[in-house]
DNA sequence: TATTGTTATACTCTATAACTATA
DNA sequence: TATAGTTATAGAGTATAACAATA
């Protein structure tokens, strides 16, 4: 059975469509800094930061995967550029043969520590500079509860239900 | 030497991540929905709507190139696409007959209206389920003031852009 | 000359499926 | 059998620059 016909009011409709446009736009912006300024895309950025973040600054291939939104074989051509410029290294995981490890090298630290400044410079400008503080609590707490909420919900490879309306 | 050292703090930076990720996460889950069910891609959903939107259905080529995020031939790439399914109808403006005036049809209209409704229950079921009233007003209203902001900051690499005039 | 839109082109990125190897 | 990762491949999408037509 279809859904009932009403189930998001204008407020709603605004806040999906101005969080789609936030996040693009932000992107977009953050992705230009990263290019220009770093030769690095979004996507390598946030594998390098998470990398950057672990204690050890070693994730296996599944982890960063999962982490980031891509499947496995474009985790793996992006950790090939990576390795390629020298900012990771792979080794296999002494623990599970099957497991490969990813490393962020010295370079690739170094490479993070001089691209955050203008990073987080845009971000700042474009995202934070509009913002009170309270809003900016509000958003943190209410966008982190989403986030857990989206990454609960569907494993992603979950099947998606196809009986959707009348079949054609 | 960077223009200003003082990094985001915590909050700032939970709150700059978490949008990213929520709307990584959502598109990719809208994206699947749309062309899973109507072979449409994000951005082709996003014109069609925005010409739903229009009072005659109208919309030049600039206007939607400026609404939606990408460069012009990225537009005209996806209306020859949407052309070619049916979905809109291209003709030059005869007020300025250097302008195309894009144009959604009957068919287009079908279309969204026959994935809407699968749609906003994507978007209710990820967005706004976890969310209580009360976060989906300062939601809105604080995403809403960002867009605006983002959509006035000129890029520092600011190339001539049509500006828009006070009324139509 | 400036603006609107298209085209040609080259490139990046992503997903799927087949494959290897380990567990 | 199931899992981790790679490879091969194919396709979608994007940006840039050159271009034609109109203002």
Redesign the pocket.
């Known amino acids: 059975m279809t859904p009932d016909p009403a189930p998001l009011d204008a407020d709603q409709l605004n806040a999906y469509f101005a969080l789609m446009e936030v996040g693009s736009l932000l992107q ?1 912006a953050v992705e230009q800094q990263l290019r220009t300024e770093g030769d690095l ?1 979004w ?2 950025f946030q594998v390098l930061a998470r990398l950057t973040d672990a204690p050890d600054g070693r994730h ?3 982890d960063l ?1 999962d982490g980031v ?13 990576l390795e390629k410029n020298g900012l990771v290294t ?1 080794e296999s ?1 002494p623990d ?6 990813v490393a962020i090298t010295d370079a690739g630290r170094a490479l993070i520590a001089r691209l955050l400044p203008g990073h987080v410079d845009v971000v700042r400008r474009l995202l934070f500079q509009p913002l009170r503080h309270r809003d900016l609590d509000t958003l943190s707490q209410v966008l982190g509860r989403v986030r857990d909420h989206i990454r609960a919900t569907p494993p992603r490879s979950a099947k998606p239900r196809r009986s959707r309306g009348p079949a054609t």
């Open positions: 977009h895309s996507v390598q296996r291939m599944t995967a939104v891509y499947s496995r074989s474009g985790l793996t051509y992006q950790a090939g550029l792979r995981d599970d043969e099957r497991a490969v490890v």
